[in-house]
């Protein structure tokens, strides 16, 4: 079935220094959602990329999906305490009709001050 | 405008039993999905309901049911409980666009702990 691996599995930074996750799926995807999930919480909603090679902007946030759609990235620019958590990316497959999410390994991060 | 709100917050129940989650959809939402999230990993599919039918179902066994009622809420049925059953249980919700795959809005979960 189709796998979502996402590296690393953690990540410690200092406040200030930029983080990236890497998503890899092993199937195309139609489309790749971004979760957070604070300690004690729930997955929130993020982000959506549909389209190959897409990169979305959120403040110091930056979201690409690969061109080939099986990939992506989430990229934080100077954490800051507030962006500790679990970062999940989640993948819709092709020629899928209902909202199935098949969620990546997630990485966690922690931010110290 | 609520949110996806889900019921119990917490239970405890042995082996053997059978348990009974609840979940209501954000207002507007008309498709409601399960996950199980297991300590430290990421949320699995268990299934998700639209129009009151079972439309997807991820890897779990039959021991894992569900239902969804006319007012889109929705109910997640575990029979003979296992240890391996313990674990946060999402409720997500979202609206169903043809063509379009609209974004999940997650509940707090149920935390069921199986002794």
């Known amino acids: 079935g189709q796998q979502v691996m996402q590296i690393p599995q953690y990540q410690h930074v200092q406040e200030g220094e930029d983080f990236t996750t890497y998503c890899n799926s092993s199937?195309?995807?139609?489309?790749i959602q971004w979760y957070k999930q604070r300690p004690g919480g729930h997955p929130v909603f993020l982000i959506q990329?549909?389209?190959?090679?897409e990169v979305k902007k959120q403040k110091r946030l930056t979201f690409q999906f690969g061109e080939a759609k099986k990939n992506s990235s989430l990229h934080i620019t100077a954490t800051q305490t507030t962006d500790v958590g679990t970062y999940f990316c989640a993948g819709q497959s092709m020629n899928t009709g209902f909202q199935k999410l098949v969620f990546g390994t997630g990485t966690r991060l922690l931010v110290s001050p | 405008d609520a949110g996806v709100t889900q019921s119990p917050t917490h239970l405890i129940k042995t082996r053997g039993q059978q348990v009974t989650l609840r979940c209501s959809p954000k207002s507007g939402h008309d498709t409601v999905s399960w996950y199980q999230q297991a300590l430290g990993q990421g949320p699995q599919f268990i299934f998700q309901y639209y129009e009151e039918e079972e439309r997807q179902r991820g890897n779990f066994p039959d021991r894992f049911s569900g239902h969804q009622f006319p007012n889109y809420s929705s109910e997640l049925n575990v029979n003979a409980l296992l240890l391996g059953d313990s674990a946060l249980y999402l409720c997500?919700?979202?609206?169903?666009?043809?063509?379009?795959?609209?974004?999940?809005?997650f509940g707090d979960g149920t935390r069921l702990s199986i002794l």
């Open positions: 990329l549909v389209k190959s090679g």
């Open positions: 199937t195309t995807l139609s489309n």
């Open positions: 997500a919700s979202s609206l169903r666009r043809t063509g379009r795959d609209q974004p999940q809005h």
